[in-house]
């Protein structure tokens, strides 16, 4: 007989090499053909509900290494959440609106534009945007992202649009609206207003100039020592201010001194100046003041109502007025802070309190106008050169330098940005609410009801929301929702009536916001009065809504739009960005039209970053296209790579790093889910299934350990510790499973007859350990889990896909019934696998020696005091499998010192080597029919040479 036919080796049709490139759209044609997700909803159905709320990305370019690690994560909470025995669906979404697009859409049409429609550049837009989201959509399915992409929400559509314009008015006619001149920061590039959200901090590097203004009133009204030193040496009296924006010079109307701080005159030569007495000397030092000396001292307030001249306006043309204001700092400049209210918040609320001139001579382009022929039609920036010639001719400059700094920039276009005062849709934040306190001072309290992960989130957007102005809420674009006003053209008050708010909103539901730059609209308003001045003649607003705000409503749209969804959403996951973006205007918007926080819990990714630590970016060549990857190693390999980091912290992301977990992946799917079905072959678990009683010590051992790590695996995905998972499974798959029980169980699984007891116990720890394993890894490793799915033994039971499944409990890997945990067991075993690490170090020595061969070839001989003693007489029978070697003693020493003795002596092991099992015995050769053979194996071939002799006599 051929002995190797009578060994049970490993047999399975699922194959070593996983071919994910070519295998995974495959199952996602499966998916899809078997509407998996529509399964899953149906099998979810009256389970408690768990929404993650999608938050859109913006549909414009492929997607990058930053959206997998987003929708991965996103991924793995809704699967495990469905496993877990919630109903929570994936409703996917996208921000279609915005200046990107129309920008790229500018670039597109060139000349053109400026012959067309607003409602055909509209169209022109939304083709572009409707590209990236079908673009997007099959590269987030490629990656193995389960959900509605059949039907995902997209800021473009009329039902989204109608309940963004609803969303406004409700805010509207609740009096949060007005329209007011102010400064907001203004994006010369692409001539619109931007939000706080949209603008992001850069370096940028400035002109620095030390201006001098001369006193034009009185002395003696601030202090006589100045009138003396005016008087008896004709000196005359400035104050000296700081700016790194010389070209806000021409809009200057006041100077603003901290009233409480101390300010000194120093004199010099030929003039007297004020500065704040904290930098007179770094002052005097720049100035090149060498001879300074302090002749007086006098709080800031007494400053204020005096005047200046301006350095190079005519005294005719401005008057500079003193002020008094909290926010000059004394960390650097000359504590004297030049006020122009066109251009800054803080100076504009000076300005307002002290009733100065607020125009704006810089116009959307950025430049200057109505100014001196120096710089009259510069670019701002152009202009700051001109500007500083132009005091040093006129002798108001008193030190120069270049400075780099942090300065706001558009976060679109990535180009500096100015403030500039002009009419402009705000929401106030002021606003009363109907149930005590103001908008901020609510949307503070509802931020401390939301779970922040990282905690410091709280306090991140916290301080935000109590610093933030007043919300920006309009542009001056056309690709976004309109802010569908009607204008009275005889007072232009804009028309607030519900009436006529409810058929536009009717409108943009039937045929979308585009209709707002159509004829149909132009009538909506006949027959309303303007409750200013009675008028009956209105214009249609020409501003776009800020896209944020339309974000903003997402979970406004879902909730109008999705019948049983419940309020508020479980989870907004997003970076970090979106505390001033998404996070902030989800919480505003829904505040102002719900009264509370669209969320109960916010959790953030870090950053993708490159193993130097530098953010991905394709124009620096560092990025890492994860569908390059799916495509070459598999999604697999990106999902692995998700649930491998810590999402909090910022991540690495590389190739180099995607070939480790690709390793990774290789023991997982061959160590574990190969191994396992490759000895499942013959065995049925509803006919051979051994209970756990009845299982072999080491069998219980390891089922006992696969559902710790299951309940582990399980409060991980609850806390969404995916790292905490993936580094789990993979120290249970190495050092657990295949270098401990797999290396013991072989013999038995391999020699033993193939429906003997041993082997069944074996086979039923394995087959345990697979169907835990192929749900717990189900939600990251979608693809492999559900090939795994289609080979394991089938039940009565079983769902067609693993993602129709729940995730185990203690009595699918331990049956029914028996308890999680054992004390006695585990501290049996704790001890042998103490004196196991001995003998493996023992026979590695002997290895080294030339004692032996392989540990097969051994005999070992264990001399042990207590506690080891007891538990080794205890497991004698089990212990040559344990330690994979043919035969063991086992003695008592004496103990030690009080503590246990432990000695292990290895020899070669008694008999010959039976050329089945490998094993040595002393009773190879006793049956003359096989003589080369063991007396364990002997049985088992007599059995199969009887089974096949009366199969071939029926035949």
């Not at 020592?225 to 201010?241: E, F, S």
């Not at 004020?274 to 007086?296: C, H, M, N, R, Y």
Request: aromatic fraction near 10%.
């Amino acid at each position: 007989m051929d002995l190797k036919s009578t060994i049970n080796l490993p047999r399975t049709g699922f194959p070593m090499k996983a071919n994910l490139p070519q295998n995974e759209p495959k199952i996602l044609e499966k998916w899809a053909g078997m509407g998996l997700y529509e399964r899953v909803r149906e099998a979810r159905k009256g389970a408690p509900a768990y929404v993650l709320h999608d938050g859109p990305p913006y549909a414009n370019g492929p997607i990058h290494l930053g959206h997998a690690l987003n929708k991965c994560l996103k991924d793995f909470v809704v699967k495990s959440k469905n496993m877990a025995g919630f109903d929570a669906p994936y409703i996917p979404g996208w921000d279609c609106h915005g200046l990107p697009i129309e920008i790229k859409v500018d670039q597109q049409l060139g000349g053109k534009k400026l012959q067309m429609k607003p409602i055909d550049v509209r169209l022109a837009c939304r083709k572009y945007a409707q590209k990236y989201l079908d673009l997007q959509r099959e590269q987030f399915k490629r990656i193995g992202v389960l959900g509605r992409f059949d039907r995902p929400y997209s800021t473009m559509t009329p039902e989204y649009e109608s309940v963004v314009l609803a969303t406004f008015y409700r805010f509207f006619e609740d009096d949060f609206v007005y329209k007011g001149l102010r400064p907001v920061y203004w994006c010369m590039h692409d001539r619109t207003a931007l939000a706080e959200a949209e603008v992001e901090y850069e370096t940028h590097t400035s002109p620095t100039v030390w201006v001098r203004y001369r006193l034009q009133s009185d002395p003696r009204n601030i202090d006589p020592a100045l009138a003396n030193a005016r008087i008896h040496g004709d000196k005359p009296v400035y104050t000296i201010i700081w700016t790194t924006t010389p070209w806000t010079l021409p809009a200057s109307m006041a100077v603003a001194f901290h009233p409480s701080e101390e300010y000194v005159a120093l004199e010099v030569s030929d003039a007297v100046y004020i500065v704040a007495e904290k930098l007179a000397k770094d002052v005097a030092e720049k100035a090149g003041f060498s001879d300074a000396k302090t002749i007086a001292r006098f709080p800031g307030r007494v400053m204020e109502h005096s005047y200046f001249y301006h350095p190079f306006l005519p005294w005719e043309q401005r008057k500079i007025l003193a002020v008094i204001a909290d926010y000059v700092t004394m960390d650097t400049g000359t504590g004297v802070v030049h006020t122009a209210p066109s251009h800054g918040a803080e100076d504009f609320a000076t300005g307002q309190r002290y009733k100065l001139d607020v125009a704006c001579d810089v116009d959307a382009a950025g430049k200057i106008h109505n100014g001196l022929p120096e710089y009259d039609g510069l670019q701002v920036f152009k202009a700051n050169q001109p500007i500083i010639e132009l005091l040093k001719s006129r002798g108001s400059l008193l030190h120069e330098e270049k400075v780099e700094h942090s300065y706001p920039h558009c976060w679109r276009c990535h180009n500096p940005v100015i403030f500039r005062a002009t009419e402009q849709w705000f929401i106030s934040m002021e606003t009363p609410m109907p149930n005590g306190g103001t908008f901020r001072t609510r949307a503070l309290d509802e931020i401390k009801k939301v779970k922040w992960d990282p905690a410091w989130g709280e306090e991140r957007i916290s301080n935000m929301v109590a610093t933030r102005p007043d919300w920006t809420i309009s542009r001056q674009r056309v690709w976004g929702v309109p802010i569908a006003i009607f204008v009275c053209t005889a007072c232009n008050k804009a028309l607030k009536d519900p009436q006529v708010n409810k058929r536009v909103v009717g409108l943009f539901a039937k045929s979308g916001a585009d209709t707002w730059y159509t004829p149909e609209t132009d009538h909506l308003a006949e027959g309303a009065k303007c409750a200013n001045c009675g008028g009956t003649s209105f214009q249609k607003e020409a501003d776009i809504l800020d896209v944020w705000f339309e974000s903003g409503c997402s979970y406004l749209v879902e909730t109008a739009n999705e019948p049983n969804q419940p309020w508020p959403s479980d989870l907004y996951l997003e970076g970090g960005d979106q505390y001033r973006g998404w996070f902030m205007s989800s919480l505003l918007c829904s505040l102002g039209a719900h009264g509370g926080a669209p969320y109960k819990m916010v959790a953030t990714p870090g950053w993708t970053l490159d193993e130097q630590g530098r953010a991905m970016s394709k124009s620096r060549g560092n990025d890492v296209d994860p569908v390059d990857i799916a495509n070459r190693m598999g999604a697999e390999i990106v999902r692995l790579w998700v649930s491998s980091v810590d999402f909090r912290e910022d991540v690495v992301g590389s190739e180099k790093l995607m070939q480790r977990i690709a390793e990774a992946y290789r023991d997982i799917r061959n160590k574990l889910f190969r191994y396992v079905l490759s000895n499942l072959e013959g065995f049925d678990p509803g006919r051979d299934a051994v209970p756990f009683e009845k299982l072999q010590a080491v069998d219980q051992y390891i089922l006992r350990k696969a559902w710790a790590l299951s309940a582990d695996v399980i409060q991980w995905y609850e806390e969404f510790a995916f790292h905490k998972i993936y580094h789990a499974v993979n120290h249970f798959v190495v050092v657990e499973l295949s270098a401990f029980y797999v290396d013991i169980v072989k013999d038995r699984l391999y020699t033993f007859a193939a429906d003997s007891p041993g082997r069944r116990a074996a086979q039923t720890a394995l087959w345990r350990i697979g169907e835990a394993m192929v749900r717990l890894l189900a939600p990251i490793m979608s693809f492999t889990c559900d090939e795994v799915w289609q080979y394991l033994p089938k039940t009565d039971s079983r769902a067609t896909s693993v993602h129709l499944a729940n995730f185990p409990e203690a009595r699918d890997v331990l049956g029914e019934g028996v308890p999680a945990a054992d004390a006695g067991q585990q501290e049996d075993w704790a001890k042998l696998l103490a004196v196991r690490d001995q003998v493996l170090k023992a026979l590695e020595e002997a290895r080294n020696q030339k004692q032996i061969g392989k540990s097969l070839e051994a005999q070992v001989k264990v001399t042990a005091s207590d506690p080891f003693y007891p538990v080794l007489e205890r497991y004698k029978p089990d212990l040559r499998y344990a330690f994979i070697v043919s035969q063991v003693d086992v003695e008592r020493g004496p103990s030690r010192n009080g503590s246990g003795h432990l000695a292990v002596e290895v020899a070669k092991a008694a008999g010959k080597e039976c050329e089945r099992c490998w094993n040595y015995s002393t009773r190879v050769g006793e049956d003359q029919d096989y003589p080369t053979l063991c007396e364990r194996c002997i049985p088992v071939v007599r059995q199969i040479a009887a089974d096949e002799s009366a199969a071939s006599s029926k035949s």
